[in-house]
Each structure stands twice: as structure tokens, then as C-alpha cells.
């Protein structure tokens, strides 16, 4: 995209500095496909990825060379899908993990794949499945924000950008107004 400016006067200057600041600002918004990202990492999945969503997109600080990612992705398609992979620059290896507790003991094992089923949403998060990133290459730093793309079978790559954060993104809450028949 180029716009070009011709603007000469003190004011009109300034017009063009807001403007391309506007510009710049809005280009961190947009997905290389050209749609628009919404904030906390959320993209709704279209065109090759159509049925898909992933929100809630987040990483702790990290303290050492190695840190947690953490989404929601839920398939409003009619068939299943599957996440084979996660890529990106942020670190040396990126895998799908599972932690599990094994009476006292914590167990964390790599996932070859996460299956997810039409109509339903699958979470990483903290104390379960996560993105586990091996090899940083830089800190991540509260406020900053890093691009992954989860693979999958059939959507194939869904760009997302992680927000890095020290505690979970809030979810809305779900309206309950209709369970106050129901003995709830």
C-alpha cells in the first residue's frame, strides 16, 4: 500500500503526522490477509480456515529461556479438525504439551496433535495444554505482543497474535437469564 502526502504548512504537517501515525497503528491490526485482528488475539477464522475461531490468545513473562502460551479455539464448522502444529520466530521450538498431575507428581508430555470437534471449544491453559516455547529468543515482556500460526489438517494456517500478560485474559461471562427456570 503506499499513500503518498503533500502537505507543506505547520498545520498540514501535523494532519500528516497524525495521519501516518493513525496508518502505522492500524497496520498492527491487520492480518497479512488483509482482515482485521480484534483485540487480546482473538481472529476469527475465514476463507480456508471458515469455522474456526481462536480467542483468548496469551503468554506469561518469561523468567528464563522457555514459556507458556495459551489460546481457545472453537470450530463452528460441521466437521472435526485437528491442530498438527505451531510455528513461529519467537523461539527455537514450539510444541503442544499436556501437564497432567500423577498424585504428587507433575507430568508434562508433548501432543502430536489436539483434536477439535465441530461445535465444540478446546483450551490451552494454564495447569493443562498449553504452547510450550523452548528456546526463546528474546524475553517476553509484559505488554508486548509476538505472532504464532497453529496448523491445522483441514483449516491450515490461523495467524494469531499473543498478547504477553501476567494473568489470563478475562472471559465474558455467559448469560445464564434463561437457566432461572431450571432450579439452578
Not at 117 to 125: D, L, Q, R, S
Not at 138 to 151: H, K, N, S
Amino acid at each position: 500500500m503506499r499513500i503518498f502526502f503533500k502537505l507543506t504548512s505547520a498545520s498540514s504537517l501535523a494532519l500528516r503526522a497524525c495521519l501516518v501515525t493513525g496508518l502505522v497503528l492500524m497496520a498492527g491490526a491487520v492480518r497479512a490477509d488483509g482482515h482485521l485482528a480484534s483485540e487480546h488475539g482473538a481472529m476469527q477464522a475465514d476463507g480456508a480456515h471458515k469455522g474456526l475461531s481462536v480467542e483468548n490468545v496469551w503468554a506469561r513473562p518469561s523468567t528464563g529461556k522457555t514459556g507458556a502460551a495459551y489460546f481457545a479455539v472453537t470450530n463452528h464448522g460441521a466437521s472435526g479438525d485437528v491442530l498438527t502444529g505451531i510455528t513461529g520466530d519467537v523461539a527455537d521450538k514450539i510444541e503442544l504439551h499436556d501437564m497432567t498431575m500423577d498424585g504428587n507428581i507433575m507430568r508434562m508430555r508433548k501432543l502430536d496433535a489436539l483434536a477439535v470437534a465441530a461445535g465444540e471449544t478446546v483450551a490451552a491453559a494454564p495447569g493443562g495444554k498449553h504452547v510450550m516455547l523452548i528456546g526463546l529468543k528474546a524475553p517476553l515482556v509484559e505488554g508486548e505482543t509476538f505472532p504464532l500460526t497453529l496448523v491445522f489438517e483441514k483449516a491450515g494456517d490461523v495467524p494469531v497474535i499473543v498478547h504477553v500478560q501476567a494473568k489470563p485474559i478475562p472471559v465474558k461471562p455467559a448469560d445464564m437469564s434463561g437457566m432461572k427456570d431450571m432450579g439452578h
